[in-house]
C-alpha cells in the first residue's frame, strides 16, 4: 500500500490532528459535563443541550468579534473571554470556581465578589443550555452560554 507514504496522507493526518485540537474541549458535551458537575453536587438535575439555544449563543459570539465586550444580549446568559487556547470548558470551569462566593443562607454574593455565573449554573429551572465559541479579531476567545429558562431572579434560591 504505497498510498501511506504520499504527501496526501500527511496532510490529511495533520488537517485532522488541527481540527480535533481546535474543538478539544469545545463539544456539546464538554460543556454539560462541567454544568452537570456543579449541580449535581447541589442536588440539582442534570441540564440538556439544546441546539436553538447554541445556535443563539453562537450568533451572539460571533456579533462580538470586533470589540470581544462582555456585554450581555440579555438574561439567563453567562460570558467570557481569554487567550491562547481558552476553551469552553475552561470558561464555564471559572463560573463554576464563583462557588465559594455564593452564601446559600444569605442568597447573596459575597462583598465585592462574583457569584451570578455560578447560580445561573446551577439554577434548578435552567434546564436546557446552548454555548458558542468565537474568535475575536483581537486573538482572544469568546464564549457565551444561554440558559433556559433563565434564571438569577432577585430574591429567588438557585436551588
Known amino acids: 500500500m504505497e498510498w501511506f507514504n504520499t504527501p496526501?496522507?500527511?496532510v490529511y493526518v495533520m488537517v485532522l490532528a488541527i481540527f480535533h485540537s481546535c474543538n478539544a474541549q469545545n463539544s456539546p458535551q464538554d460543556y454539560l459535563a462541567v454544568h452537570n458537575?456543579?449541580?449535581s453536587q447541589v442536588g440539582v438535575g442534570p441540564m440538556a443541550w439544546d441546539t436553538s439555544l447554541a445556535s443563539k449563543a453562537?450568533?451572539?459570539?460571533?456579533s462580538r468579534r470586533g470589540d470581544c465586550n462582555l456585554i450581555?444580549?440579555?438574561p439567563g446568559e453567562n460570558l467570557a473571554k481569554g487567550s491562547g487556547d481558552f476553551t469552553g470548558r475552561r470558561a464555564v470551569e471559572l463560573w463554576v470556581a464563583e462557588k465559594p462566593n455564593y452564601n446559600y443562607g444569605t442568597n447573596q454574593c459575597a462583598a465585592g465578589k462574583q457569584c451570578g455565573h455560578y447560580t445561573q449554573i446551577v439554577w434548578r429551572n435552567s434546564v436546557r443550555v446552548g454555548c458558542g465559541r468565537?474568535?475575536?479579531n483581537?486573538?482572544?476567545w469568546y464564549i457565551c452560554c444561554n440558559y433556559a429558562p433563565p434564571g438569577n431572579y432577585v430574591g429567588q434560591r438557585p436551588y
Open 58 to 62: 453562537q450568533n451572539y459570539a460571533n
Open 138 to 140: 483581537n486573538g482572544w
Open 72 to 74: 450581555h444580549s440579555g
Open 134 to 136: 468565537a474568535s475575536c
Open 37 to 39: 458537575n456543579a449541580r
Open 8 to 10: 496526501l496522507l500527511l
